[in-house]
């Protein structure tokens, strides 16, 4: 069978043997046709903390977990259509809290790491005079502008363009500086899996640096190398949420780093945080 005789991908992965995964052009990122967007990436991951199991020896673990953090760190460029291997394991078990550590590898490469904290779920009511900040979501994502995005769309078929849906609130892909915007992604990360709430939420997240840039994409790169996820209770919906702004180095000047940092929201509300550290540097082409 010829590439053009090849059926489209209708998934952000394809499993390969019994524990690989690999990346379709669904998963594509906007800096390199042949490496994932980091948010297909971190919904794979996140997937896999929520379908661990513990160790033979620790037991079956009947708790119902949350997942309350999900640091991931993009260690290298993660490649399309290459057979990847994950490993996931309980770093720490416990019965209120717990840690889970995901690998991918690209043979013996790592090229993705994920650590997670899970948090018991159980029932608390909460008493009438807690006191909690304003949720301000950013509207609903009937309120929000279908834009087009002008950015990374040279390659075809790619993730932001092909498999999520976005809906602007104030800002747009092509406006400098935060915005206010609701994800959804439109594709499943795995075939016949209707995506999780943690899932949809970090794979929205690591959107905020690109959609609230406040560099020219043509003359700089401004690329996260990890994500951080913060969630105080499961996403509900298929939309998320998010209101972020990014920050580069000391007022005008540039250390080289810089942070994207986002407040998320699901129909019900406040529904956590997330932050990516960023690497940024003039593009050689452009001097």
Same mark, same amino acid.
């Given at each position: 069978?010829?590439?053009?005789?090849?059926?489209?991908?209708?998934?952000?992965?394809?499993?390969?043997?019994?524990?690989?995964?690999?990346?379709?052009?669904?998963?594509?990122?906007?800096?390199?046709?042949?490496?994932?967007?980091?948010?297909?990436?971190s919904a794979l991951l996140a997937r896999a903390v929520e379908h661990v199991e513990m160790d033979s020896e620790a037991?079956?673990? /009947?708790? !119902?977990?949350?997942?309350?953090?999900? @640091?991931?760190?993009?260690?290298? *460029? %993660?490649?399309?259509?290459?057979?990847? +291997?994950?490993?996931?394991?309980?770093?720490r078990p416990g019965r209120k809290v717990s840690l889970v550590a995901v690998v991918l590898s690209d043979g013996d490469?790592?090229?993705?790491?994920?650590?997670?904290?899970?948090?018991?779920?159980?029932?608390?009511?909460?008493?009438?005079?807690t006191v909690q900040p304003a949720s301000d979501p950013p509207g609903l994502p009937g309120d929000g502008r279908t834009?087009?995005?002008?950015?990374?769309?040279?390659?075809?078929?790619?993730?932001?363009?092909? /498999?999520? !849906?976005?809906?602007?609130?104030?800002? @747009?892909?092509?406006?400098?500086? *935060? %915005?206010?915007?609701?994800?959804?992604? +439109?594709?499943?990360?795995?075939?016949?899996?209707?995506?999780?709430?943690?899932?949809?939420?970090?794979?929205?997240?690591?959107?905020?640096?690109?959609?609230?840039?406040?560099?020219?994409?043509?003359?700089?790169?401004?690329?996260?190398?990890?994500?951080?996820?913060?969630?105080?209770?499961?996403?509900?919906?298929?939309?998320?949420?998010?209101?972020?702004?990014?920050?580069?180095?000391?007022?005008?000047?540039?250390?080289?780093?810089?942070?994207?940092?986002?407040?998320?929201? !699901?129909?019900?509300?406040?529904?956590?945080?997330?932050?990516?550290?960023?690497? %940024?540097?003039?593009?050689?082409?452009?001097?």
């Amino acid at each position: 069978m010829t590439a053009a005789d090849a059926s489209p991908p209708t998934a952000l992965f394809e499993p390969v043997g019994a524990d690989g995964w690999m990346a379709t052009e669904l998963a594509r990122g906007p800096w390199d046709p042949r490496h994932c967007h980091g948010g297909p990436v971190s919904a794979l991951l996140a997937r896999a903390v929520e379908h661990v199991e513990m160790d033979s020896e620790a037991g079956q673990d /009947a708790t !119902d977990w949350q997942v309350a953090r999900l @640091s991931v760190e993009l260690t290298r *460029p %993660v490649p399309i259509g290459v057979p990847l +291997t994950l490993v996931t394991h309980v770093e720490r078990p416990g019965r209120k809290v717990s840690l889970v550590a995901v690998v991918l590898s690209d043979g013996d490469t790592e090229v993705a790491r994920a650590r997670a904290l899970r948090i018991r779920t159980v029932d608390v009511d909460l008493p009438a005079d807690t006191v909690q900040p304003a949720s301000d979501p950013p509207g609903l994502p009937g309120d929000g502008r279908t834009i087009a995005s002008s950015w990374g769309t040279e390659s075809g078929i790619a993730f932001h363009t092909h /498999a999520c !849906d976005h809906r602007f609130v104030e800002g @747009s892909w092509d406006e400098p500086g *935060p %915005v206010a915007a609701w994800i959804r992604i +439109t594709k499943p990360v795995v075939g016949g899996e209707e995506p999780s709430g943690v899932q949809r939420a970090v794979a929205a997240a690591d959107f905020g640096n690109g959609v609230s840039r406040g560099l020219d994409a043509e003359r700089f790169l401004f690329i996260n190398p990890d994500l951080t996820v913060h969630l105080i209770r499961q996403p509900v919906g298929e939309w998320i949420g998010m209101r972020t702004a990014s920050y580069y180095g000391v007022d005008d000047r540039s250390t080289g780093a810089g942070m994207a940092e986002s407040a998320l929201y !699901d129909a019900h509300g406040r529904l956590g945080r997330s932050v990516q550290s960023l690497f %940024v540097e003039p593009r050689q082409d452009n001097g």
